[in-house]
């Protein structure tokens, strides 16, 4: 078992009622995950849904020739296996670690059960589906419409916003993976959001130096997803 200062690092989780939230807590089992480790992969049954109390993870799209794009952040503000609560329990997409750390997990058919049980988690849970489709709607706009520097400056962002710290293990491949963009472009992004002196860039590590300053270095993208998860974090 764990204390409650650990599941307090999840957001989704302490905005529950608190009768509900003492209800679930038997339920939780305190995880460490690691980089790379896959969560799902698409088409896979849901098993378990996962609480992020300090790792990211990220919802990858996988075509055919194996090239990957990411459509997903998810981190201290929420859990991964939506599909769990909407009917589906099939992965639509690869979820995989991409800054380790530690996470709880509850068995899916607890969380379909308690989801069909109680109206204000319901309510809690389509709510932050919501603001998860907001998030992956724009970042598909994104990536037609705004410069690569504009793009990492929003990504690096939503980075730090999931494990709530500015040190940020990050490589060029990964980011390239993710962005869904050649790894010279990355470098050249970095280069020039590193001479204006936001972040200090360096092999495997990326800090963000100037968090208000980055912010509005990225696209609009950024403030659009992040009022909606605020707006509707405010009923959550």
Known sequence: MFDSPQISANQ???????????????YLEPVNL???????????????????LGAMISLVSVMKD????????VGTEGMIGLPTFLGGNIATNRAIV????????????????EFEREKQLQTKL?????????????????????????RLARWLLFVNDCVNKPELP????????????????????????????L???????????????????ACECYGLIQNEFNRLSRDI
């Open 170 to 197: 990050l490589t060029q491949k990964f980011i390239s993976e993710m962005l869904g963009v050649r790894r010279a472009s990355v470098a050249e992004a970095a280069g020039t959001l590193q001479k204006a002196g």
């Open 98 to 113: 991409q800054v380790e750390g530690n996470a709880v997990k509850m068995d899916a058919s607890i969380v379909k059960s």
């Open 34 to 52: 690691v980089l790379g480790q896959i969560i799902y992969e698409p088409k896979q049954l849901i098993k378990e849904v996962y609480f992020p």
């Open 66 to 73: 194996g090239s990957t794009t990411e459509i997903g952040l």
């Open 126 to 150: 389509l709510l932050y589906t919501q603001a998860r489709l907001t998030q992956v709607s724009q970042i598909t706009a994104c990536k037609s419409h705004h410069l690569i520097e504009e």
């Open 199 to 217: 972040i200090s860039y360096s092999r495997g590590q990326i800090t963000i130096l100037k968090r208000n300053e980055l912010e509005q270095a």
């Open 12 to 26: 989704l989780l302490m905005a529950l009622p608190p009768g509900e939230y003492k209800r679930l807590i038997p």
